[in-house]
């Protein structure tokens, strides 16, 4: 009894904590006087001992919930730690993405207004461009022209305009130049079959030049593009070929819209198309090198094989174009006099505002009465030879005569009879000279001013002739009329268009005039060939001089009216920058912005 009661009041004691921790010892013993602990006893059992176990325990759970609380306080902190780290991350790479947008949207900008910048300058005439450097290779209009102009270099946007430069003593790409491409110095696919039209078999000789280019494959593209359903010799049509495929489709038979589709024609592939120009920048990077031939892509093989051309590398593209055209006015962008104009007033009232008495009058003369056929021996019958300014002519008559091209003009004689006039019926006629000079010698005195101001062509512009100082030595040989000799003549005598101060290759007559070849060598080549066109093509290049987001489009720019226009437009951003910061153009002082 008495020790139950003792271990009551025991347990009333526990309450008051403060006082166990003053009065127990480190050790104690249980109720029954048992020692409770190493080196400590508790004398006299009772109450004492009752305080001294209660208390102990007491000690000990407070020290474990003291411990769990400490530990849930710090997986807490841990936890809210991580948390606001995670967000602050999170935080900061959607601002890092939303810089980056904000950069691409802007190289997209950059790129754009090197598409507007080379608008503004197509819209100047030809003297002017000149003056300013002209469209060929100017770096100073068209290399990393500066849109942003901040100090700090990874900020500072600008763009540049690239063309291929081609070397004509090895007709490899010999690196960039900052300018546009002539449309005119490649094959429009869309015309070969009017070559064919003008001279059988100039369809699939322009053709067989690509390199790689087989009959087979020619004629399956003339195929894929005439209006008819019959095969040609080597060709196919949808009856004995596309028909089988899976699914199968028909060809085009109709103007193409563009060269990819040519894909799609039997024996056309990616790597005869594109080459191993993977990144589409008109060379053959080391990388590119390596990659082709990892893939068995053949980067040496050429179709010009004994003059050691290489074109392969590049592929079909660079050669093709859907594009190409010329504008049909003089250097002041006058519309040309159609020399073949029905209503002869109208035609005397044009010519006389450019040429002299004496050349009018000979062209009208030629329109009225056609070309004489005598020859140059005088062999005219009973009559005299006069100058055409002496002339005096009835222009309400039907013309009889045609011009097929303006070298018409040149040597030619004009018969007017007056036979009605003449007794007994003798056949007496006047024959007018021409003043056009059949003399090389004389040639250049008048050709230019000829060349410039008529034109046989009632259009505004020429489509597809084939630009003879510019256009690859390949696209040479496949021009109708060309031979292999002609073609190395020509580029063996090109200059660069920069450096042609006089314009006395503005027109594709200096081959005549330069005695390159003879006036009949000329007519036969001037339905195909010309000096100059105004579609024009470049890759523009949005960027920042510091490096980071760019953009990169390929521009067609249509200039033959007075407000130039983009005709097509590919962005190519996918396949990288395609060229060095500094081959684009950065500042070489860190901070100043080119003007």
């Known amino acids: 009894m008495a020790e139950s009661k003792r271990c009551s009041r025991g347990a009333s004691i526990r309450r008051v904590r403060h006082v166990e921790s003053e009065l127990l010892p480190p ?22 001992m009752s305080i001294s176990q209660d208390s102990i325990a007491t000690r000990r759970r407070t020290r474990v919930r003291r411990g769990v609380v400490l530990i849930i306080v710090l997986v807490v902190v841990v936890v809210i730690a991580l948390a606001a780290y995670t967000f602050s991350d999170l935080m900061i790479a959607h601002r890092r993405v939303t810089e980056v947008n904000g950069r691409r949207i802007q190289a997209r900008m950059l790129a754009q207004s090197g598409v507007e910048a080379v608008k503004m300058f197509l819209m100047q005439d030809e003297a002017t461009r000149a003056e300013a450097g002209g469209i060929y290779n100017n770096p100073f209009i068209f290399q990393g022209a500066v849109v942003i102009p901040e100090q700090d270099a990874l900020s500072r946007g600008s763009f540049t305009v690239l063309a291929p430069l081609l070397d004509d003593n090895d007709p490899t790409l010999a690196g960039v130049r900052y300018g546009l491409e002539d449309e005119s110095a490649r094959v429009n696919l869309n015309l070969v079959l009017k070559a064919d039209g003008i001279q059988e078999g100039a369809g699939r000789t322009l ?7 087989t009959e087979d494959v020619a004629d ?10 019959e095969a040609r010799d080597y060709g196919a049509e949808f009856s004995d070929y596309y028909s089988t495929l899976q699914p199968a489709y028909e060809p085009r038979n109709g103007p ?22 993977f990144n589409r920048n008109g060379m053959i990077d080391p990388h590119e090198q390596t990659m082709s031939t990892s893939l068995g892509v053949d980067t040496t093989t050429t179709a010009v094989t004994d003059s050691g051309l290489s074109g392969a590398t590049r592929g079909w593209s660079p050669y093709l174009t859907l594009y190409s ?17 029905e209503d002869l007033e109208t035609l005397q009232a044009e010519l006389s505002e450019v040429f002299s008495d004496e050349w009018t009058n000979f062209i009208l003369a030629y329109r009225l009465y056609g070309p004489s056929d005598d020859d140059d021996n005088g062999n005219a019958g009973v009559g005299s030879v006069v100058t055409a300014d002496t002339l005096e002519l009835d222009l309400t008559q039907e013309p009889k005569g045609t011009f097929t091209q303006v070298l018409d003009l040149i040597g030619a004689r004009v018969a007017i009879s007056n036979q009605e006039e003449q007794p007994n019926n003798q056949n007496e006629q006047t024959t007018v000279q021409s003043p056009f000079d059949s003399d090389i010698l004389a040639m250049p005195a008048y050709m230019g001013t000829l060349m410039n101001n008529v034109t046989t062509v009632d259009a505004e512009s020429i489509p597809g002739r084939i630009n003879i100082n510019q256009a690859p030595y390949e696209i040479l040989l496949g021009i109708p009329g060309m031979t292999e000799e002609l073609a190395e003549q020509i580029v063996n005598l090109r200059v660069d268009p920069t450096e042609d101060d006089e314009g006395s290759r503005s027109h594709e007559t200096w081959l005549l005039t330069e005695a ?18 105004d579609i024009f093509r470049a890759q523009i290049v949005g960027y920042f001089q510091g490096g980071g987001p760019s953009a990169r489009a390929e521009v067609v720019f249509d200039a033959t009216t007075d407000t130039p226009r983009v005709l097509f437009w590919r962005d190519i951003s996918h396949l990288g920058r395609g060229y060095a910061l500094e081959t684009l153009g950065v500042d070489l002082v860190e901070g100043l912005a080119a003007q």
């Open 516 to 533: 390159v070849v003879t006036v009949d060598e000329m007519k036969n080549l001037l339905p195909f060939v010309c000096a100059g066109g």
């Open 220 to 229: 399956a593209i003339l195929d894929w593009m005439d209006e008819d359903d």
């Open 27 to 48: 050790a104690g013993t249980g109720c029954h006087g048992r020692s409770y602990g190493i080196g400590h006893r508790v004398v006299g059992g009772g109450r004492n």
């Open 256 to 277: 193409i819209q563009s060269v990819e589709e040519l894909l799609l024609v039997v024996g056309v592939t990616p790597e005869l198309l594109f080459g191993a120009d």
């Open 325 to 341: 055209s010329e504008t049909n006015a003089n250097i002041d962008g006058l519309p040309r006099i159609y020399i073949n104009n």
């Open 207 to 213: 053709l067989m030049v690509l390199p790689g280019m």
